[in-house]
């Protein structure tokens, strides 16, 4: 038995130590937002905060989860929106959505880390896979919700 925390609450797992995080998030614990995307930790879509850094989870035992402070897109706001969620929406963002929780994830951390990223940081940091190629609409939508977040 494995005592996590995610998204604020202390959860008991009884899964083998080198299960995937994901899988743990997904299928042990019923939190459907953070997407299988690749497997391998190319894509992105599996993107989650760990102790407020992001973490591809499809390729991160759970076992090196425990005692740590584990952020899923559920809970990424306990109060309405985040100005990166509200900057997706504004810039409609998502096409088919699949990539955007973990897109919204890797966002919010470059945010926190650099508020007021350039393009070639965007372009340094932001290594999730949008099949879709929404690119554009996601390099105006971070800086819509740097700008918000600096004006708040």
Known sequence: ?????????????????????????????????????????????????????????????????VGSDITTIEG????GLTPVQQAWISEQVPQCGYCQSGMIMAVSALLKENPSPTDQDIDDTITNVCRCGSYPRIRKAIHAAAKQQAEA
């Open 1 to 65: 038995m494995l005592t996590l925390t995610i998204n604020g609450e202390t959860r008991q797992v009884d899964v083998e130590d080198d299960t995937p995080l994901l899988w743990v998030i997904r299928d042990t614990l019923k939190l459907p937002g953070t997407k299988f995307g690749c497997g391998v930790s190319a894509c992105g879509a599996c993107t989650v905060h760990i102790d407020g850094e992001p973490v591809r989870s499809c390729s991160f035992d759970v076992k090196d989860a």
């Open 76 to 79: 990424l706001s306990k109060n």
